[in-house]
């Protein structure tokens, strides 16, 4: 089955605001009739770097089945990590980047790449606020989200 998620990730007062995703997920069944899902959610003091690996997480993690994906994202950080194989220096460094300093959010980058295994996926960079539709809605989803009253704390947040 092939899928295409869009995701996005906002933060108030991006470090340690809060922050929110926006996933939209759309497929075609066999009838040729568009499936539309979408997903967001939030934390009180968070990133915008881990909103949008949040993101990506939460759309794959969304699939039941092994797919075909296109994930849209307007992170480069999330785009370039692995179109650009810093992921894979990352790990083959034990996590660590240039000058053996520490990746950020390696929770998330090891929840990522779990939620990946199963699937085909293509990571594509899109411009951001720009008129993607899909795009400006993710935005739309990840904003509401981190305006939501009582939200809970980012788990992973200190060890980013």
Partial sequence: MEVKIYTDGAARGNPNGPGGYGVVLLYVDGK???????????YAKTTNNRMEL???IVGLEALIRPCDVELYSDSQYLV???????????????????????????D?????????E????RFIWVKGHA?????????????????AENLPEDPGLAYS
């Fill in 80 to 106: 370039k990590a692995f179109n650009e194989g810093w992921i894979q220096n990352w790990i083959r460094k034990g996590w660590k980047r240039e000058k053996n300093k520490e990746v950020k959010n390696v």
């Fill in 131 to 147: 008129g993607t539709p899909e795009n400006e809605r993710c935005d739309q989803l990840a904003v509401s989200a981190a305006l």
């Fill in 118 to 121: 199963k699937h085909d996926v």
């Fill in 32 to 42: 040729g009739v568009t499936h539309r899902r979408e997903l967001s959610g939030g």
């Fill in 54 to 56: 949040m993101a990506a």
């Fill in 108 to 116: 998330l980058w090891k929840r990522l790449l779990e939620a990946r």
